[in-house]
């Protein structure tokens, strides 16, 4: 089941995300990123165990953005991506956000469910802000998309 987040999944989900960052997957995160934004998380559980993570984190005016979606590979394919996707716009048109977007190397998937790509310069508040504190910036190979809800 998707449900939010808790204190008590920030473990789960830093294995579960650095273990796809290990891959070149997805960018790590730290710890203490990951408690400090607890809040933006939610979690697909199955048997008491996180299998999926997600978060949709508000980054300007009406502009949020998905991060760190990932499902461990024994639970791939059984659409729990999905699943954490789609709960993550509808808590987005909850909160009145009109555009969300997403840094990925997976933007096939993404495309599936009516993102489109764009250039990374239509998202000037997220380069701005956080990927100045990339280890990758400004070389990143992220694909940027985006959906108007």
């Given at each position: 089941?998707?449900?939010?987040?808790?204190?008590?999944?920030?473990?789960?989900?830093?294995?579960?995300?650095?273990?796809?960052?290990?891959?070149?997957?997805?960018?790590a995160r730290s710890l203490s990123e990951l408690y400090g934004t607890a809040?933006?998380?939610?979690?697909?559980?199955?048997?008491?165990?996180?299998?999926?993570?997600?978060?949709?984190?508000?980054?300007?005016?009406?502009?949020?953005?998905?991060?760190?979606?990932?499902?461990?590979?024994?639970?791939?394919?059984?659409?729990?991506?999905?699943?954490?996707?789609?709960?993550s716009l509808k808590e987005a048109k909850k909160l009145a956000i009109t555009?969300?977007?997403a840094l990925t190397y997976e933007a096939g998937f993404f495309r599936k469910?009516?993102?489109?790509?764009?250039?990374?310069?239509?998202?000037?508040?997220?380069?701005?802000?956080?990927?100045?504190?990339?280890?990758?910036?400004?070389?990143?190979?992220?694909?940027?998309?985006?959906?108007?809800?």
């Open positions: 089941m998707v449900r939010k987040a808790n204190i008590n999944d920030i473990k789960d989900i830093h294995k579960l995300v650095n273990h796809f960052a290990g891959r070149n997957k997805m960018l809040r933006d998380f939610l979690v697909y559980e199955s048997k008491g165990k996180v299998c999926g993570c997600c978060a949709l984190h508000l980054d300007w005016e009406s502009l949020a953005e998905i991060k760190s979606l990932a499902v461990w590979e024994s639970s791939q394919n059984e659409g729990i991506g999905r699943r954490l996707l789609k709960a555009r969300v977007f469910y009516g993102f489109r790509e764009v250039n990374k310069s239509e998202l000037p508040h997220k380069i701005w802000s956080e990927c100045l504190k990339c280890p990758k910036f400004p070389d990143c190979d992220e694909a940027a998309l985006v959906i108007d809800l």
